[in-house]
């Protein structure tokens, strides 16, 4: 496919007519969601906790209640890293900017979208749900904030970055918070690349109105996945042979970003399997 360099033009019109298809499509979902509030998505604090070094994933299944007590701490802020593809900086073309096309706002992020193309990035299916919560108010949660979330392929290759997809904006996409703080992306569990430990990156922004462009975000930060989903797939799974030296040179504990004392609060809860795919949770905290 020949390159077709990002473009700004009419960013905020694809982003705001995104905004009115969802807002229509999720407003009967919101007031039903409300209406069951009383059993929201259960947490026991901000952060994961799956285990970043021992041989078995965990279930996400903590419970604590009504999820509008307890007590939760603000997800520390991080690097957006050299590949947001949110304006704030450029490839090869120039600014590159997903959040100004339309079409950013999915639920499903594994394929290209709009003039980028339609191919989809191959590897085994994962679903990340977040939850957003508020530190400042007993870890109530926020809805109707926007989340632009993305990583890397399988093969550690950034799409509108790395020189072999800069015609793809595959692993991308925006969602909105529903009234319990929610959202849920599918997606391929991503590959490990040289230095890094296996992660996924995300903004928040306190509206899907306000999210054209990476500065006008509230948080930055990075979702780490534990090591024992990591060994399940790296070496295993087909199309993963190249991350399994890259994930057995580098601990949580050695990785730039995580490897510090809030790395639990980033640590995902992963089950699942190979052959049926896996699930990543996540409570965010952010003090609103």
Known sequence: MPHRPPTDTGHVHGLRADL??????NAL?????????????????????????SGSSSDSGNDSGDGDTGSCSTIPSETAGPYPGDGTNSNSSGVVNA?????????????SFGDLGTNEAA?????????????????ASLAGYAIYLWHCDRD??????????????YLRGVQITDANGQVSFTTIFPGCYSGRWPHMHFEIFT?????TSGSEDVKTSQLALPASA???VYGVASGYDSSLSNFNAISLASDNVFGDDSAALQLAEVSGSNA?????????????
């Open 20 to 25: 009115r298809t969802l807002a229509r499509r």
């Open 230 to 232: 990591c060994r399940q």
């Open 276 to 288: 049926a795919g896996y699930t990543a949770t996540l409570a965010v905290g952010l003090a609103a």
């Open 207 to 211: 509206g899907l109105d306000v999210a």
């Open 156 to 169: 550690g290759h950034y799409s509108l970055y790395s020189s072999d997809v800069t015609d793809e904006n």
């Open 29 to 53: 979902r919101w007031l039903t969601a409300s209406a069951l509030a009383s059993t929201p998505w259960a947490l026991a604090a901000c952060g994961g906790g799956g285990d970043a070094d």
């Open 123 to 139: 590897g085994i299916p994962l679903t990340v749900t977040l939850q957003l919560v508020n530190t400042n108010d007993s870890c």
């Open 99 to 111: 959040l100004a096309m339309s079409g950013i706002v999915r639920s499903d992020i594994r394929s």
